[in-house]
């Protein structure tokens, strides 16, 4: 079993910061990839940032310069920094995470989080 946790979203005013955190556990092998995504009412979940297990990052273009992603392997933990919030940024974001499992290590497999509320106040 595998679970990912993802932890400090809340309301924030615009043009303030918050870092959201995603704690993997479980019967972990190795975690490939991982990564944020969110979603908005009335809009397709989107993805915000995801890094490699060597630490390469990918940002959606608009966020690209606010938004940071970050790793701790050791921890299996990913981060997102997220500066100059804007209403717009209000979504629930979703920790997701490329997993194989002490049982079946050559098997990989995304797994999500709960999501956690971000809500940005104008």
């Known amino acids: 079993q595998v679970q990912l946790v993802e932890s400090g979203g809340g309301l924030v005013q615009a043009g303030g910061s918050l870092r959201l955190s995603c704690a993997a556990s479980?019967?972990?092998?190795?975690?490939?990839?991982m990564g944020w995504y969110r979603q908005a009412p009335g809009k397709q979940r989107e993805l915000v940032a995801h890094i490699t297990s060597a630490g390469s990052t990918n940002y959606a273009d608009s966020l690209k310069g606010r938004f940071t992603i970050s790793r701790d392997n050791a921890k299996n933990m990913v981060y997102l920094q997220m500066n100059s919030l804007t209403p717009e940024d209000t979504a629930v974001y979703y920790c997701?995470?490329?997993?194989?499992?002490?049982?079946?290590?050559?098997?990989?497999?995304?797994?999500w989080g709960q999501g956690t509320q971000v809500t940005v106040s104008s």
């Open positions: 479980g019967s972990i092998f190795s975690i490939r990839a």
């Open positions: 997701s995470a490329e997993i194989s499992t002490v049982v079946r290590r050559q098997a990989w497999f995304n797994y």
